[in-house]
């Protein structure tokens, strides 16, 4: 059966006027029929020689054409995530900006890289470091964050002679459309220095340098512990002498029974560390990386190398400090929130 909308048209190019067309069209369509304006626009574009097709057929046509490559992007994104946008462009015989659209505005996605993260945690390793960042926020609930003035926290790391500057650091201001500064691609050096840094909310207690050659087993990691506890009476006689929390990350050479033995004749009282937690250590996510990254570009020497890393080290103030140990309790929340997944930057 025609449609009403073509039937009017057919009456206006007759030259049949508006109000025989009207009559007749509710004559053959009743309630069905068309409104006065729908009419008067037929009977218009007829006088001034346009098209009078119905387009709310080929509006329908279309909706229903893009909902189904909608459905197909949907379905090809679901079988491969790394799906590009040009090979959805091939696939489905839209354009760039077309499944553009439609996986951002239609589907509402957006395409991230992989996270490089320690480990992929198990459920239990998860339900652990919730359960050891519950212990720290309970603490601190129950003596306000004046917590935080009582931990010393330890970590050692390999800190290489000569790291090459990074391309964010290499950033300097040039007129606009000069072409970039250029360097040469540079290996990192192969000797390297280790250090065990102890230190709190304060600052930088003690450093012990690793003579060259000398292996980090319990046996020096326990004179290690001596020689600072001995800097820690000097440097912080206040907080030595009262109540204080010693914490750090479970490396084989932390938990080894006989420091774990020295830890226990010397009273000294620990804050449990989940295992695979590297962004709840303050060591990892805040200290070492701010002071390797001070070193970048520099070129050291087993003689130069002190100098060089206290030089770095007084560079970090005391606020830098007491702000990474609020960042703390704020990862330890947030480690709480997301159900013991890590804890991004």
Known sequence: MTRPHDFAADLAKAGKGFKEIKELVDSAYGIKGLKKTAIYDIIKKVKAGNNTDDQRRFNAKKTKRTAEKI????????????????????????????????????LGLVKKSARW?????????????????????????????GILYKIVTMDESAVSFHTPESKKNSKQWIEKGAPGPLKARVQASRCKQMVLAFFDNKGVIYTNYVPKGTKVNSAYIINAMTTFLKHFKKKRPGMSAGEWFFHWDNAPVHTATDVQEFLGKKGIKMIEHPPYSPDLALA???????????????????????????????SVSKDDFSAAFNKLIERYQKCIRIGGGYVEK
């Open 71 to 106: 459905e197909e992007i949907s379905a090809s994104i679901e079988s491969n995530r790394r799906i590009s946008i040009q090979e959805l462009t091939s696939a489905c015989g839209l354009s760039y900006g077309s499944v553009s659209n439609v996986i951002h505005k239609g």
């Open 284 to 314: 990892d996510y805040f200290l070492f990386p701010k002071l390797k990254s001070a070193l970048e570009g520099h070129r050291l020497t087993q003689d130069t190398f002190k100098k060089e890393w206290e030089g770095v080290i007084r």
């Open 117 to 145: 993260v320690p480990r992929l945690l198990s459920e239990e390793q998860k339900m652990e470091r919730t359960r050891c960042s519950e212990l720290v926020i309970n603490m601190v609930q129950k003596g306000s964050l």
